[in-house]
Nanobody
Framework: QVQLVESGGGSVQTGGSLRLSCAAS????????MAWFRQAPGKEREGVAT???????TYADPVKIRFTISRDNAKKTLYLQMSSLRPEDTAMYYC????????????????????WGQGTQVTVSS
């Protein structure tokens, strides 16, 4: 059974930074494609960033350069460093896991992932 627990959300002003974490309880963490998604009120869940088993990364266009995804396989933890935050980044942020290569998935589609955390709220005020 895979459990994912996010933390690190909060309220910041425009231009601020936050670092999200996602701790995983899973035996073979290094075998998982890991991803961050977000969902704003009234909007569909959208992919933010992914990191594959080999450490390769992808980013959604709105967050490129500003966000950095990383993983620590020894700690079984996923991170999302967010900087230059904007009000449009306000959303519930979720981590997701799937025991496949991201490369072989539609990695920015929520339907591709079977394991989800409960989410952590990020609010950016202007």
């Amino acid at each position: 059974q895979v459990q994912l627990v996010e933390s690190g959300g909060g309220s910041v002003q425009t231009g601020g930074s936050l670092r999200l974490s996602c701790a995983a309880s899973v035996y073979t963490y290094s075998s998982y494609c890991m991803a961050w998604f977000r969902q704003a009120p009234g909007k569909e869940r959208e992919g933010v960033a992914t990191i594959d088993r080999d450490g390769s990364t992808t980013y959604a266009d709105p967050v490129k350069i500003r966000f950095t995804i990383s993983r620590d396989n020894a700690k079984k933890t996923l991170y999302l460093q967010m900087s230059s935050l904007r009000p449009e980044d306000t959303a519930m942020y979720y981590c997701a896991a799937e025991r496949r290569h991201c490369y072989y998935m539609v990695y920015d589609s929520p339907e591709e992932y079977n394991h989800w955390g409960q989410g952590t709220q990020v609010t950016v005020s202007s």
